[in-house]
């Protein structure tokens, strides 16, 4: 019984630090969904790592990115944050989003811890859940 107790309060504590950046990293991604809403792809821009930033030069060009690859993100209908894991050594946020016409969508946000707060240092769109594989 002891060993089950030590167990669980070792799960407990490990998943604590994750847990604790849930909130600000949530509310980054949420802050650069928002931005991109308003077609602000600078405010948008300065969500994304400097990996990102050297990647795309400009906030235009990253603008050009998400709308080109990402429509769900650049006008979601709907926006739903689900869970935080860690993946070797990385944190990984998933995200729900609900297009325009409807259709889910699964994404995983990679989340860095800067200087600047968190930002998203990576985004993979996931294969549909409702589609066989």
Not at 11 to 20: D, E, N, Q, S, T
Not at 100 to 122: K, S, V
Request: proline share 6%; aromatic share 8%.
């Amino acid at each position: 019984m002891r060993n089950g107790i030590y167990a669980v309060l070792t799960a407990l504590c490990l998943a604590l630090p994750v847990a604790a950046q849930e909130a600000p990293i949530q509310s980054t991604i949420q802050n650069q969904i928002d931005a991109f809403q308003a077609d602000d792809f600078a405010l948008a821009f300065s969500y994304a790592s400097p990996n990102i930033k050297g990647l795309f030069g400009t906030a235009e060009n990253f603008g050009a990115m998400v709308k080109e690859g990402y429509p769900m993100v650049h006008r979601p209908a709907e926006v739903e944050m689900q869970d935080l894991r860690e993946v070797a050594g990385n944190l990984w946020q998933r995200v729900r989003v609900v297009d325009q016409e409807g259709r889910a969508h699964i994404l995983d946000y990679m989340m860095i811890e800067t200087p600047e707060g968190w930002q998203i240092n990576a985004v993979q769109l996931l294969p549909a859940p409702d589609v066989g594989v």
